[in-house]
Nanobody, 125 residues
Protein backbone atom coordinates (compact mmCIF):
# COMPACT_ATOMS: atom_id res chain seq x y z
CA UNK A 1 0.00 0.00 0.00
CA UNK A 2 1.21 3.47 -0.90
CA UNK A 3 0.03 6.70 0.66
CA UNK A 4 0.55 10.02 -1.08
CA UNK A 5 -0.27 13.34 0.53
CA UNK A 6 -0.11 16.59 -1.41
CA UNK A 7 0.25 20.03 0.10
CA UNK A 8 1.11 23.55 -0.96
CA UNK A 9 -1.91 24.52 -3.00
CA UNK A 10 -3.69 27.83 -2.61
CA UNK A 11 -4.84 31.03 -4.22
CA UNK A 12 -2.29 33.10 -6.13
CA UNK A 13 -2.42 35.96 -8.61
CA UNK A 14 -1.43 35.45 -12.21
CA UNK A 15 2.34 35.61 -12.56
CA UNK A 16 2.86 34.26 -9.07
CA UNK A 17 4.43 31.04 -7.84
CA UNK A 18 3.52 28.04 -5.74
CA UNK A 19 5.42 24.95 -4.67
CA UNK A 20 3.52 21.72 -4.28
CA UNK A 21 4.83 18.83 -2.20
CA UNK A 22 3.91 15.16 -2.29
CA UNK A 23 4.91 13.11 0.74
CA UNK A 24 5.03 9.36 0.10
CA UNK A 25 4.93 6.42 2.49
CA UNK A 26 4.40 2.68 2.34
CA UNK A 27 6.67 2.00 -0.62
CA UNK A 28 10.33 2.34 -1.49
CA UNK A 29 9.95 5.87 -2.78
CA UNK A 30 13.53 6.14 -3.95
CA UNK A 31 13.04 3.41 -6.58
CA UNK A 32 9.72 4.64 -7.98
CA UNK A 33 8.94 7.21 -10.63
CA UNK A 34 6.47 9.93 -9.61
CA UNK A 35 4.17 12.20 -11.55
CA UNK A 36 1.87 15.18 -11.21
CA UNK A 37 -1.51 15.45 -12.91
CA UNK A 38 -4.20 18.10 -12.74
CA UNK A 39 -7.91 18.29 -13.31
CA UNK A 40 -9.95 21.41 -13.87
CA UNK A 41 -13.74 21.38 -13.38
CA UNK A 42 -15.52 19.68 -16.24
CA UNK A 43 -12.33 18.43 -17.85
CA UNK A 44 -10.35 15.22 -17.90
CA UNK A 45 -7.32 14.67 -15.73
CA UNK A 46 -4.21 15.84 -17.57
CA UNK A 47 -0.56 14.94 -17.26
CA UNK A 48 1.64 17.75 -15.94
CA UNK A 49 5.09 16.32 -15.24
CA UNK A 50 6.91 13.15 -14.25
CA UNK A 51 10.30 12.21 -12.86
CA UNK A 52 12.14 8.92 -12.77
CA UNK A 53 13.53 7.51 -9.54
CA UNK A 54 16.99 8.81 -10.41
CA UNK A 55 15.72 12.22 -11.61
CA UNK A 56 17.49 11.53 -14.92
CA UNK A 57 14.27 11.27 -16.93
CA UNK A 58 11.92 14.22 -16.61
CA UNK A 59 8.90 14.96 -18.77
CA UNK A 60 6.59 17.96 -18.96
CA UNK A 61 3.34 18.74 -20.66
CA UNK A 62 3.87 21.36 -23.35
CA UNK A 63 1.55 23.73 -21.50
CA UNK A 64 3.89 23.96 -18.50
CA UNK A 65 7.34 23.66 -20.05
CA UNK A 66 9.60 26.49 -18.98
CA UNK A 67 7.32 27.44 -16.09
CA UNK A 68 7.06 24.32 -13.91
CA UNK A 69 9.87 22.25 -12.44
CA UNK A 70 9.45 18.77 -11.00
CA UNK A 71 12.00 17.47 -8.51
CA UNK A 72 12.35 14.94 -5.73
CA UNK A 73 14.22 14.35 -2.52
CA UNK A 74 14.56 10.60 -2.00
CA UNK A 75 15.93 11.13 1.50
CA UNK A 76 12.68 12.86 2.47
CA UNK A 77 10.37 10.60 0.41
CA UNK A 78 8.96 13.74 -1.16
CA UNK A 79 8.32 14.97 -4.69
CA UNK A 80 7.86 18.61 -5.57
CA UNK A 81 6.32 20.73 -8.28
CA UNK A 82 7.61 24.29 -8.45
CA UNK A 83 5.14 26.38 -10.43
CA UNK A 84 6.21 29.81 -11.67
CA UNK A 85 4.56 32.37 -13.94
CA UNK A 86 1.19 30.92 -13.09
CA UNK A 87 -1.75 31.58 -15.39
CA UNK A 88 -5.50 31.42 -14.74
CA UNK A 89 -5.63 28.34 -16.97
CA UNK A 90 -3.39 26.53 -14.46
CA UNK A 91 -6.31 26.55 -12.03
CA UNK A 92 -7.08 22.93 -11.14
CA UNK A 93 -6.83 20.25 -8.50
CA UNK A 94 -3.29 18.89 -8.63
CA UNK A 95 -2.61 15.23 -7.86
CA UNK A 96 0.61 13.35 -7.37
CA UNK A 97 0.73 9.76 -8.49
CA UNK A 98 2.95 6.68 -8.36
CA UNK A 99 2.94 4.08 -11.16
CA UNK A 100 2.07 0.38 -11.00
CA UNK A 101 5.43 -0.30 -12.61
CA UNK A 102 7.90 1.71 -10.58
CA UNK A 103 9.98 2.41 -13.67
CA UNK A 104 7.13 3.97 -15.65
CA UNK A 105 7.26 7.74 -15.99
CA UNK A 106 5.03 8.25 -19.02
CA UNK A 107 1.94 10.33 -19.61
CA UNK A 108 -0.80 7.71 -19.31
CA UNK A 109 -2.82 8.16 -16.15
CA UNK A 110 -4.09 4.57 -16.34
CA UNK A 111 -0.51 3.44 -15.66
CA UNK A 112 -0.54 5.12 -12.28
CA UNK A 113 -1.99 3.09 -9.47
CA UNK A 114 -1.55 5.30 -6.41
CA UNK A 115 -2.98 8.79 -6.10
CA UNK A 116 -3.03 11.49 -3.50
CA UNK A 117 -6.16 13.30 -2.41
CA UNK A 118 -5.32 16.38 -4.47
CA UNK A 119 -4.58 19.99 -3.64
CA UNK A 120 -6.43 22.94 -5.12
CA UNK A 121 -4.52 25.58 -7.06
CA UNK A 122 -6.43 28.71 -8.01
CA UNK A 123 -4.85 31.43 -10.12
CA UNK A 124 -6.71 34.72 -10.28
CA UNK A 125 -6.40 37.11 -13.19
Amino acid sequence: QVQLVESGGGLVQAGGSLRLSCAASGRTFSTSAMAWFRQAPGTERDFVASISWSSLIIRYADSVKGRFTISRDNGKNTAYLQMNSLKPEDTAVYYCAAPKNKGYSGLGDNEYEYWGQGTQVTVSS
